[in-house]
């Protein structure tokens, strides 16, 4: 149960992080807005320019300074051109959106190194528990066949397949999901509007869809990938075990 608690948990971490993708278009539209409900403020209130050089005029947005071109006069600044701030922002994105991009990548390699301790810990675990339970089932199933019309004993030992295999299956569901929600982060990445942003941020989502396309899984010791896929090549080799057992005791 802990086991199983541990991944459930390593689950919830890539959806957090998927969750944090999707809102990046989000804090993208409030700093928008932030920035041009500003600028018309210090267009009329708070503009100051550079005196003695012709560099463009500079607003002061607190500890920020954003650059604006000086298409009109003085006089007629009171309205802002969104097609040249759009166009600024391109080349230079808002400082919240790059330290928040700048995290999530800290937080997805924390956790994708929480992944790496918890397979080093639990893939003994893993092995000795698949191998058992495997054999287990195993020997329940042709204890059925043995049994099979005799009412007293065949429930007994398809509720111990039942139980056997029971263990492998939940571990084997949940290491499914962290796969399939590891592998969601690029799907979330490539969806949000990078195509609007400057090539830092360009940069900052490629590394993320990279790195998303190889699965974060746990193993057996890199014996088993734990996932649904090698619990159903464990019911292929129950049933092969079975049936030479089943042959052997026929001849």
């Given at each position: 149960?802990?086991?199983?608690?541990?991944?459930?948990?390593?689950?919830?971490?890539?959806?957090?992080l998927?969750?944090?993708l999707?809102?990046?278009?989000?804090?993208?539209s409030?700093?928008?807005?932030?920035?041009?409900?500003?600028?018309?403020?210090?267009?009329?209130?708070?503009?100051?320019?550079?005196?003695?050089?012709?560099?463009?005029?500079?607003?002061?947005?607190?500890?920020?300074?954003?650059?604006?071109?000086?298409?009109?006069?003085?006089?007629?600044?009171?309205?802002?051109?969104?097609?040249?701030?759009?166009n600024?922002?391109?080349?230079?994105?808002?400082?919240?959106?790059?330290c928040?991009?700048?995290?999530?990548?800290?937080?997805?390699?924390a956790?994708?190194?929480?992944v790496?301790?918890?397979?080093?810990?639990?893939?003994?675990?893993?092995?000795?528990?698949?191998?058992?339970?495997?054999?287990?089932?195993?020997?329940?199933?042709?204890?059925?066949?043995?049994?099979?019309?005799?009412?007293?004993?065949?429930?007994?030992?398809?509720?111990?397949?039942?139980?056997?295999?029971?263990?492998?299956?939940?571990?084997?569901?949940?290491?499914?999901?962290?796969?399939?929600?590891?592998?969601?982060?690029?799907r979330a990445?490539?969806?949000?509007?990078?195509?609007?942003?400057?090539?830092?941020?360009?940069?900052?989502?490629?590394?993320?869809?990279?790195?998303?396309?190889?699965?974060?899984?746990?193993?057996?010791?890199?014996f088993?990938?734990?996932?649904?896929?090698?619990?159903?090549?464990?019911?292929?080799?129950?049933?092969?075990?079975?049936?030479?057992?089943?042959?052997?005791?026929?001849?």
């Amino acid at each position: 149960m802990t086991i199983a608690a541990m991944m459930v948990h390593i689950s919830a971490q890539f959806a957090i992080l998927c969750t944090a993708l999707e809102d990046v278009d989000k804090i993208t539209s409030v700093s928008e807005e932030k920035m041009y409900s500003d600028t018309r403020k210090l267009f009329g209130r708070e503009t100051t320019s550079l005196e003695g050089t012709d560099d463009p005029e500079v607003i002061v947005l607190g500890s920020q300074e954003w650059k604006v071109i000086q298409t009109r006069r003085a006089t007629d600044c009171n309205t802002v051109d969104m097609d040249l701030q759009h166009n600024e922002r391109k080349n230079e994105d808002f400082p919240e959106l790059t330290c928040y991009l700048a995290n999530f990548v800290q937080y997805h390699q924390a956790v994708i190194e929480f992944v790496a301790d918890v397979d080093k810990a639990v893939g003994p675990i893993f092995l000795v528990c698949f191998f058992i339970r495997q054999f287990l089932a195993c020997v329940m199933s042709f204890q059925v066949a043995l049994t099979w019309g005799q009412d007293n004993n065949i429930l007994k030992f398809i509720f111990g397949f039942l139980g056997s295999m029971c263990s492998p299956a939940i571990f084997c569901w949940y290491g499914t999901a962290i796969i399939q929600s590891s592998l969601e982060l690029q799907r979330a990445a490539y969806e949000c509007k990078w195509y609007q942003h400057s090539q830092i941020l360009k940069h900052y989502m490629l590394m993320i869809i990279v790195r998303s396309q190889k699965p974060v899984r746990l193993s057996a010791c890199q014996f088993y990938v734990i996932s649904l896929q090698t619990f159903g090549k464990m019911i292929n080799t129950i049933y092969a075990y079975f049936t030479l057992l089943k042959n052997q005791y026929e001849n």
